[in-house]
């Protein structure tokens, strides 16, 4: 099992705001890293840090951390963000890299 | 823009060696900036870190795979490579290459590559 844990999925509809978490001990550590995924593609990275999103992805993007839990937020969520989610941070140890389950988002 | 691109055999078979190579582009993989990893997606499953490595040689392995995994790093071809050993069934997957930059609270991977299918069958 996955030292960071996430939902197996979650649903938004249209327009609306998503919330989607990732728990883990060593989050109260080190901040947490987000990706994208859709089916067939590679992974692109949305989030970093505490509220950090690289350059290219839109605003309704943003992150939130709070104790052992950091979150990816969608404000006015659109249909070409229906895909695979995944967090990533250290293990335990803080030497290891780890990635939660993944969180498969579907907007309505 | 850094691109990286990977390849390497699509089949392998079981209790050989898969090998697979990262070209990158467009930039060094000899900057001190940053790591370069390795890392695996099973069919339907979740990510898996493999690896990374570092211009200055130090590697750094997923616990679960360390017994099997190397990592090296060739600067005049602006490659870095993966060897894993003794492979099964389980070790079929789309393995991705991709540039980590690792701040020491915050790490990120990015850019990737597009992803390379590996089956290990006989």
């Known amino acids: 099992s996955s030292e960071l844990t996430q939902a197996p999925a979650v649903s938004v509809a249209l327009g609306q705001t998503v919330r989607i978490t990732c728990q883990g001990d060593?989050?109260?550590?080190?901040?947490a890293s987000w990706y994208q995924q859709k089916p067939g593609q590679a992974p692109v990275f949305v989030i970093y840090?505490?509220?950090n999103r690289p350059s290219g992805i839109p605003d309704r993007f943003s992150g939130s951390s709070s104790g052992d839990t950091v979150s990816l937020i969608i404000t006015g969520a659109q249909a070409e963000d229906e895909a695979e989610y995944y967090c990533?941070?250290?293990?335990?140890?803080?030497?290891?890299?780890?990635f939660g389950g993944g969180t498969k988002l579907t907007v309505l | 823009q850094v691109q990286l691109q990977e390849s390497g055999p699509g089949l392998v078979k079981p209790s050989q060696t898969l090998s697979l190579t990262c070209t990158v582009s467009?930039?060094?993989?000899?900057?001190?900036?940053?790591?370069w990893s390795w890392l695996r997606q099973p069919a339907g499953k979740g990510l898996e870190w493999i690896g990374r490595?570092?211009?200055?040689?130090?590697?750094n392995y997923n616990p679960s795979l360390q017994s099997r995994i190397a990592l090296s790093l060739d600067t005049s071809k602006s490659q870095f490579s993966l060897n894993l050993t003794s492979v099964t069934a389980a070790d079929t997957a789309v393995y991705y290459c991709?540039?980590?930059?690792?701040?020491?609270?915050?790490?990120?991977?990015?850019?990737w590559g597009l992803g390379t299918l590996v089956t290990v069958s006989s």
């Open positions: 991709a540039r980590l930059r690792d701040n020491w609270n915050v790490f990120w991977f990015d850019p």
């Open positions: 467009g930039g060094s993989v000899s900057s001190e900036s940053y790591y």
């Open positions: 490595i570092h211009a200055s040689g130090s590697t």
């Open positions: 060593s989050l109260r550590k080190y901040y």
């Open positions: 840090g505490k509220n």
């Open positions: 990533s941070s250290r293990d335990s140890s803080g030497s290891h890299l780890v």
